[in-house]
């Protein structure tokens, strides 16, 4: 009121933008397709089962979780070096939510219930559940949980030995005050993709036949856990260390002594991140940390590759449970938000834009599920030759396709709220930051793309035929139901166009192979997801928005095609000025 006079744009009544905070229910009860998967693949019983456990943890997710992720983004760790004296503390000081965070995922099993396999293979299946249910909640707690799980896997692959009971029943223990988090430190500053050259950390044997660590851990995420997985070259009597691949060994060591005192290692600093700042990533030096060789001398990177499997997968799950929570999200908005007079759901392209995003969330889902029913037949010994190399294949594959994926679909959903998305306080922009860090992490899109060709050129090409004949196999199913006919047909042709391209790439030699691999792989990516979308299509109780979705397919082929046409053209001249080295920018 100024002047005795009503100002209209001070009423209330006209500020359309008080609402209610978008927000959602159980998500459990609330994935359809979620549901839906588990209804057709899970034996009934197991899935009755689950099912329950699934709508308990989904409500405990929202009555108590919630709260704490958001307490986590607010009192991110803190470093404290120095005390008021001048002695050295090296503290990393972490909120009681995220402390609680801990707790609660030991209750719940978050990893535990993958290593009991009381539902057999499908164990995995409902532990990656909880896990992407729990990942928009977990205040970060995600990335120290993905690293615990591949440590817990190595010491697995290792026949749990003597020396690694105790660890391996603390990873993967149920009792909070027992649980025990790991780190998995490879990246030091000459290089986190090459680790095979830039790793400078030595270790020397003692006399207890223990080693001592020295070297510099460049990135160390979750610094505040209780035991890591690293790699060091093993120096001779002479202090002589060996180069390359062939000189990393795989190293376990506890972080603290029985009286939480650091195992010589210093905090140099806390790292100042884009995103994940929930969770503390330090740089680390190891002054003659006390530590163990777990496996063969000179065999450090195969055998923490188990470890990287398992937290790709993990990194699979954040991409798609961001993307999903995105997309619910938006959603809620649309049913709230009027422009132009009417809801945004009643505007056609606003909802066509939030389909897209469906249909590639659905893809990278029923991905994600693919994996974790192959890792779960192969860990329960039920896998047969093609399984395992299918999932050899489909980890790297996912892992840099929904990596990227969830960047772009997190950043178009944000646009879904207009201004609202960028700002701070609606929680949406910490969805975004967190998510796109998930194409570099854990291997780059890049290294990805060449770990799909070092899992095809170790199997001597048989992956790929195991690849084509399992989508073939997919797509049989459909190919008699009438509307699912046009995207089996476009799905025909993307196979075909991929085929040429490997054809023509593989004939030109390494170097064209290298610069295709990325298409390729995101190629492999779209075929697997979209078949995977046509047999989901296929049950005879699909729903309509399991038909729509499948038809949808051509999001992901279309590229497929067009880029066989374009690239195809290309990689022959791609080749020549490779070696020619007459301009290097020219390879597009
Ligand atoms: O980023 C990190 C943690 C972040 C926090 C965790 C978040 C988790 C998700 C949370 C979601 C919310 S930890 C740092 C991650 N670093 C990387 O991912 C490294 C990226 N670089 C690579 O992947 C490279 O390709 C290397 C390091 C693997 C390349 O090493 P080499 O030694 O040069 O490669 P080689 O010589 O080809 O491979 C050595 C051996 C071979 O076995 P053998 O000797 O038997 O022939 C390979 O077949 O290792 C085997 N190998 C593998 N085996 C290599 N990669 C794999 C693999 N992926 N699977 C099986
Ligand atoms: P580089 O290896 O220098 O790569 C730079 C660029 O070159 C990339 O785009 C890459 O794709 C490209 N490139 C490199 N080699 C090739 C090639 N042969 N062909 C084509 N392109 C290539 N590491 C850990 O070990 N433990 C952790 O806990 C951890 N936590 C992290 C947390 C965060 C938030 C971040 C951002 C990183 C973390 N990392 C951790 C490090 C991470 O794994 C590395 O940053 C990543 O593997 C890339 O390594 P780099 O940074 O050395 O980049």
Redesign the pocket.
């Known amino acids: 009121v100024s002047g005795g006079l009503e100002m209209p744009f001070a009423m209330r009544e006209t500020e359309t933008l008080f609402q209610e905070q978008p927000e959602v229910g159980n998500q459990y009860l609330e994935d359809a397709l979620l549901r839906s998967y588990l209804k057709t693949h899970l034996p009934p019983k197991v899935q009755e089962e689950v099912s329950r456990d699934l709508e308990k943890f989904g409500n405990r997710l929202l009555t108590e979780i919630k709260p704490l992720a958001w307490e986590c983004e607010l009192n991110p760790p803190v470093f404290r070096q120095y005390d008021a004296w001048g002695q050295r503390l090296d503290h990393i000081i972490t909120c009681l939510a995220w402390r609680r965070m801990k707790e609660i995922a030991a209750e719940e099993g978050l990893i535990a219930e993958a290593y009991e396999r009381r539902y057999s293979n499908w164990s995995r299946v409902h532990q990656a559940i909880k896990l992407y249910l729990f990942s928009n909640y977990s205040g970060g707690f995600s990335c120290p949980l993905a690293m615990t799980d591949g440590a817990a896997k190595v010491i697995e692959s290792l026949g749990i030995p003597g020396s690694l009971k105790n660890a391996f029943d603390h990873l993967t223990s149920r009792d909070s005050k027992k649980f025990w988090t790991s780190?998995?430190?490879?990246?030091e500053r000459r290089?986190?993709?090459?680790v095979a050259n830039g790793t400078e950390t030595v270790a020397r044997k003692q006399p207890d036949g223990a080693y001592h660590l020295y070297g510099f851990k460049w990135?160390?995420?979750a610094a505040d856990s209780d035991v890591t997985l690293t790699l060091a070259r093993i120096a001779d009597a002479q202090g002589h260390v060996k180069q390359g691949s062939g000189g990393l060994s795989l190293f376990f060591l506890k972080v603290r002594d029985e009286e939480g005192k650091l195992n010589n290692i210093k905090v140099q600093r806390l790292k100042d991140?884009l995103g994940?700042r929930q969770m503390a990533?330090a740089e680390l030096w190891l002054d003659g940390a006390k530590a163990e060789l777990i496996a063969a001398e000179g065999r450090g990177v195969a055998s923490i590759s188990s470890m990287l499997n398992i937290t790709r997968i993990h990194n699979v799950i954040g991409a798609v449970a961001s993307m999903r929570r995105m997309i619910s999200l938006s959603r809620e908005y649309a049913l709230k938000r009027v422009a132009f007079g009417k809801l945004l759901k009643d505007h056609p392209l606003h909802m066509q834009t939030i389909a897209r995003m469906e249909v590639q969330t659905r893809g990278a889902f029923l991905l994600l599920m693919e994996i974790v029913r192959l890792l779960g037949l192969v860990e329960t010994n039920l896998a047969n030759e093609q399984d395992q190399l299918l999932l050899r294949l489909l980890i790297p594959v996912a892992k840099l396709y929904t990596g990227k994926q969830a960047s772009a679909v997190v950043v178009e959903a944000m646009e879904c709220f207009g201004g609202q998305g960028y700002m701070e306080d609606t929680g949406l922009p910490v969805i975004v930051r967190d998510t796109l860090?998930l194409s570099?992490?854990?291997?780059?899109?890049?290294?990805l793309s060449?770990d799909v060709l070092r899992s095809l050129t170790k199997s001597q090409g048989q992956a790929l035929a195991v690849f084509s004949s399992t989508v073939q196999r997919k797509l049989e199913l459909a190919s008699s139901i009438e509307k699912l006919e046009p995207a089996v047909k476009l799905m025909q042709d993307a196979i075909s166009s991929l085929v040429q391209l490997i054809q023509r790439a593989g004939s030109k030699g390494a170097v064209t192979m290298e610069l295709a691999a990325r298409d390729f792989s995101y190629s492999l990516a779209r075929i697997y997801a979209g078949a995977l979308l046509i047999e989901h299509a296929a049950r005879p109780d699909s729903s309509s928005m399991d038909v729509s979705a499948a038809r949808s397919t051509s999001i992901y082929l279309l590229d497929i095609i067009l880029m066989r046409k374009s690239l195809i053209r290309k990689l022959p001249i791609a080749e020549e000025k490779q070696q020619q080295k007459k301009d290097s920018w020219n390879i597009i």
């Open positions: 780190g998995q430190w490879m990246t290089g986190g993709s090459d990135f160390t995420s991140k994940t990533t860090v570099i992490w854990e291997g780059t899109t890049n290294i060449l």
